[in-house]
């Protein structure tokens, strides 16, 4: 890649079961980010993506004129659970392109928002979609590992933990490793609260190139790393149902752009849309060793280690698909400035965002630094 | 722009009222790429890019999926009528910026897909959209210019008549002027053939980075200039009546790129929704002086030249929204490369597309040079 592209401040609601429009959220945390951007103005923003799984057309013209921005480039990006690091990533290429200069990168996303299930995967069995691969990974992963859905249950126990430190999080409850185990049982190997609920919710994130970003901000995070592969579209055909491939391969190329490793990582987002997507996405970024995920989320939840999930992952934040990618970003644009408050975790200088889609057929892998 | 891109081969299908899904029209349409680029394999690909206005998400990974490959970074692209080449022109950052090599940009769209229309601009009075907007525009075009219905209907003439030299145009009909003005009138200033028709078709043009180009061909097709702007979303903060500003602002910035004037462009795809878009058109681009447009335009038609929308333009060829950008560069790229048989413009070394979204609030502009 060729020119650095930093991100330099953002915007965010928070996220609940509003039934407010998608258009109004794009809206605010784009107001919230110019709010928190001293020095920005509207004509300073040269390009405009908006991530969201809405059906609303030309969204990002529509943003723009509600934001009293008239951008060059304008266009919205989805790819399911990821079209907000999908849209991030477009967002660095214009930068390291040259072909952009400050770009915003808005998501939103509603509790009811059409897009929330992919429809095109009709092998599933006799679970509804996405809780039918969860089952099944869950399943699976319990085999291999060995670990008990007690164990998993400390991954919703930790992040619900952490999201009463995140003020714009949908969760509000303590959720015990014992309210897990109790709570609906909705197959044989997932119960309700092994679930990030779809909720209403808006993020907003700024990139710009490093001149510009110097201008904008005295505490740029830089993207230093940036990983894709997309191994298919049905569940079938993603490698296995005890492996995540496309987080390895994302991985991969991640770390490599950044030239670091997962030891260099001090603070990271990953996607647990099901608890047990956390234990299997630690291992398949490196940050754990094989079959020994949930043993890592157990004992950072008895020790109160935070550095996982801190602003509550899906499961505690909520999860409005488009918004997602961007609000984990942004976590860990505010943990490596320092910004984080009651969340933050020290001397973080190294930070990772892994998010995902449908069944891990596809994931988005970052690196950023202070 | 830091790395040079180029076209580098393209795949379509015809252009028809055909019921298919749109996932099998963007299947294909890639498959007649791979058919046409030799030496290309699923392997080689590393990013897919869809446009479309169909609601089904995740169409990048089913394409993906469908055609057999395994790309890094996968996303669908939305900005209305102009999808198409605001997915070109994220393709062209992709490529430019060094995070991926070479680019696979589908488009498909159905003839009854749900985004055809924008909802979104309530301010439209008695006429339903779009037909609204071009009404204002031809009515105030007609003052501004002294131009006549009869004048505008040269337009639908010509593009017809190009069309017939296109196989896959949607039009298979000779449309003279006299049946222009006696088609169904649908506003006091648009009749039933000023207007392009939604249809349902696919276009997928490959993407490459000048060593991957030179892999793949011996006639690459140099993407030299590019140009966006997005005044607005509603047709009433657009710039006036008898304008389109967001053309000029694209013109300028593309130009400017390639190190071009329009005195240097061979041949032209511009957006003709309807007949008197292309006359604004020709103006705002700078291919004729301001009210002279719809000359140009009659006298392309007396004197039978085809520099101007050879396939047909969408009046033509049909307008199947997230292909057409797509479609309309390839009609470049193949003239460049003097493929274009019956419909060859002679001696093309310069070629410029224009496309747009929602009553010219947003523009983009290519430079395109063998």
Redesign the interface.
């Known amino acids: 890649?060729?020119?650095r592209v930093a991100a330099v401040g953002f915007g965010s609601t928070s996220f609940s079961r509003e039934k407010s429009q998608t258009?109004q959220k794009l809206l605010e945390a784009t107001a919230d980010l110019f709010n928190n951007v001293a020095n920005l103005s509207q004509s300073d923003v040269d390009t405009?993506l908006v991530s969201s799984?809405d059906?609303?057309?030309?969204?990002?013209?529509?943003l723009?004129?509600?934001s009293g921005i008239?951008?060059?480039?304008?266009?919205?990006?989805?790819?399911?659970c990821s079209?907000g690091t999908?849209a991030i990533?477009?967002g660095?290429?214009?930068v390291?392109?040259?072909?952009a200069d400050i770009v915003l990168v808005v998501g939103a996303d509603r509790f009811d928002s059409?897009?929330r299930v992919?429809?095109?995967d009709v092998s599933r069995g006799r679970f509804s979609h996405p809780i039918y691969w969860a089952s099944l990974f869950a399943s699976a992963y319990k085999r291999e590992s060995g670990a008990t859905d007690e164990d998993l249950a400390a991954v919703p126990a930790k992040n619900h933990r952490h999201a009463k430190d995140n003020p714009d999080a949908y969760s509000k409850s303590n959720i015990t490793i014992q309210d897990v185990m109790d709570s609906k049982r909705l197959t044989d190997d997932i119960r309700l609260y092994d679930c990030s609920m779809p909720c209403t919710g808006a993020a907003a994130i700024l990139l710009a190139s490093e001149t510009a970003a110097k201008q904008l901000t005295d505490s740029p995070v830089w993207i230093s790393g940036?990983?894709?592969?997309?191994?298919?579209?049905?569940f079938a055909?993603s490698g296995g149902l005890a492996n995540m491939t496309s987080i390895t391969?994302?991985k991969q190329?991640a770390f490599s752009m950044a030239k670091k490793t997962p030891q260099d990582v001090d603070v990271t987002e990953l996607h647990d849309a099901f608890s047990v997507c956390e234990p299997m996405a630690l291992e398949a970024l490196g940050l754990a060793s094989k079959n020994c995920g949930y043993k890592m989320s157990k004992a950072m939840f008895d020790t109160h280690d935070n550095s996982v999930n801190p602003r509550g992952g899906l499961i505690g934040a909520g999860h409005p698909l488009g918004a997602t990618g961007i609000a984990q970003t942004i976590e860990i644009v505010s943990q490596l400035q320092g910004r984080s408050k009651k969340r933050q975790v020290q001397n973080a200088k190294t930070g990772l965002v892994h998010n995902m889609?449908?069944a891990a057929?596809?994931s988005t892998v970052l690196v950023l630094e202070s």
Not at 71 to 79: F, G
Not at 96 to 99: E, T
């Open positions: 890649m060729l020119n258009e405009v799984m059906n609303t057309k030309y969204l990002s013209a529509i723009s004129e509600s008239s951008p060059r480039i304008s266009q919205s990006v989805e790819n399911m079209s999908s990533i477009s660095v290429s214009y390291a392109s040259g072909l059409p897009g992919l429809d095109w940036i990983g894709q592969k997309n191994t298919s579209a049905r055909k391969d994302a190329a889609s449908a057929t596809s």
